[in-house]
């Protein structure tokens, strides 16, 4: 966010942009080794539904784009407008899932529709933070807990092998709902989505400059770092979604990497990722996590670089915002600092292109640390982000006046992913990471 988490997914904003160019690419990572079934005919941009924003398809991430919109305009205190909660919700299919876009939401969905956990995930953290949508986001996470792997996490098509961000995603969506994500364990396996995230994480074997990455999932066996899965990991491992506690730049929480002795680190952890998924576990995994991203930025100029083949000397503008979240939601607001101020003088002409999810999940970024959304590096991306839709009701959410949600954004606040799965395998993640949950009461 989970996403450009996350985020999200996610993590899947700029990656669904992406996806949208690359054709056969689009489809989500979990596709890789199996054949997408046909999406349904998406709309010209000149015929988009109304209420939707952004002016290009929706094919591969109408869910995942308003999803973020909307709540980003809730987190500055907006009140979406309700042709646009009315678009999100009349995506959502009768079994509570959702997929990226159905052209004729009159129709119920077939067989063949593209459930996605991303964009369903993306929809309940939206929808929870919004309020007033309980059925919808009961019915959603009910879905999502009928497609759980058996390792305990999620693929972002039922049926494929668990990765790192849609899992996270879904673990957002899980505290976004009230759910305890450490109690919703497979029905065959009995694990929990910690469980199956811990597994991704590279540990003590894994060479000295890759500790503490995660792997979006293995591949013939094996963990590579990505910074993506890496990103979402470390807000899904805290039960973070898209929407993390501000963390000013006076908050100096240490960034500690894994500490490994005699070929085990601090998780207990046999260098594959099998440790314990306990809430200290995770926390150290987090740290872990966030330490890697460290050093990823300090390496490369206080950004991300992207993973698209051809591209892979350019900056990824999107992971470099879910690490700024990454990073917010373990308490490493001065080291959040310097990718933010790289994104304030960087993002802007990249959130032009890519549109409402881009937008949003800089919103979400400034949030994170405090910072005002308004004046963003000379861009007031609140305002951008309502000129790709429909304009917010007017006046301030209900029950938030304007001098609270200064306070909040000051200091403390509500707690956010992906990442997302789509277009991951092309390295244009877009945020994970959403969450308008109350808090972590219940890991």
């Not at 996350?6 to 904003?13: D, F, G, I, Q, T």
């Not at 963990?223 to 006076?250: I, M, R």
């Not at 990824?316 to 080291?335: E, F, K, Q, R």
Request: overall charge neutral; charged content about 15%; some cysteine.
């Amino acid at each position: 966010m989970a996403p450009s988490f996350a985020v999200l997914a996610r993590r899947a904003a700029a990656a669904l942009a992406t996806a949208a160019v690359l054709g056969a690419a689009a489809a989500p990572a979990a596709f890789a080794d199996s054949a997408a079934p046909a999406a349904a005919p998406s709309p010209s941009p000149a015929k988009l539904p109304a209420g939707l924003y952004g002016a290009t398809s929706p094919e591969y991430d109408g869910v995942w784009r308003q999803s973020l919109a909307l709540l980003a305009q809730d987190t500055v205190g907006l009140r979406p407008a309700a042709s646009a909660v009315d678009w999100l919700t009349g995506q959502q299919c009768a079994d509570g899932s959702f997929a990226a876009f159905r052209a004729d939401p009159a129709k119920p969905c077939a067989a063949k529709t593209m459930r996605d956990t991303n964009q369903t995930g993306a929809a309940v953290q939206a929808l929870a933070a919004l309020g007033g949508h309980g059925d919808a986001v009961k019915k959603a996470v009910g879905w999502l807990k009928s497609v759980q792997n058996k390792d305990g996490g999620w693929s972002s098509m039922a049926g494929s092998a668990s990765d790192a961000n849609s899992t996270s995603v879904v673990i957002g969506a899980l505290v976004a709902a009230g759910e305890k994500p450490a109690a919703v364990t497979s029905e065959e396996g009995g694990k929990s989505p910690f469980d199956a995230l811990l597994t991704f994480q590279l540990g003590c074997r894994a060479k000295s400059a890759e500790r503490g990455a995660f792997a979006f999932q293995p591949k013939d066996g094996a963990l590579a770092p990505n910074a993506d899965a890496t990103a979402a990991a470390a807000l899904g491992a805290l039960g973070e979604g898209f929407v993390v506690t501000p963390a000013g730049k006076d908050t100096v929480t240490p960034v500690r990497p894994l500490t490994c002795k005699d070929g085990a680190d601090s998780q207990g952890d046999d260098g594959k990722g099998k440790g314990s998924a306990d809430a200290g576990a995770r926390k150290v995994a987090a740290g872990g996590a966030d330490a890697y991203l460290v050093a990823q930025l300090d390496a490369n100029g206080q950004h991300l670089l992207s993973a698209m083949p051809g591209a892979e000397d350019q900056p990824d503008v999107g992971n470099t915002a879910d690490t700024v979240l990454a990073l917010a939601a373990g308490a490493h607001g001065a080291a959040a600092q310097k990718p933010l101020k790289w994104l304030e003088q960087h993002a802007a002409d990249w959130a032009k292109q890519n549109g409402p999810a881009a937008y949003a999940q800089l919103v979400l970024a400034a949030h994170a640390t405090g910072t005002d959304p308004r004046a963003f590096g000379g861009t007031d991306l609140v305002a951008a982000l309502n000129a790709t839709g429909p304009a917010p009701a007017a006046g301030q959410k209900q029950g938030k006046s304007a001098d609270a949600k200064d306070t909040e954004d000051s200091g403390s606040g509500m707690g956010i992913w992906w990442v997302v799965g789509v277009g991951l395998a092309v390295g244009a993640g877009i945020g994970f990471l959403l969450s308008g949950r109350k808090k972590k009461n219940a890991l």
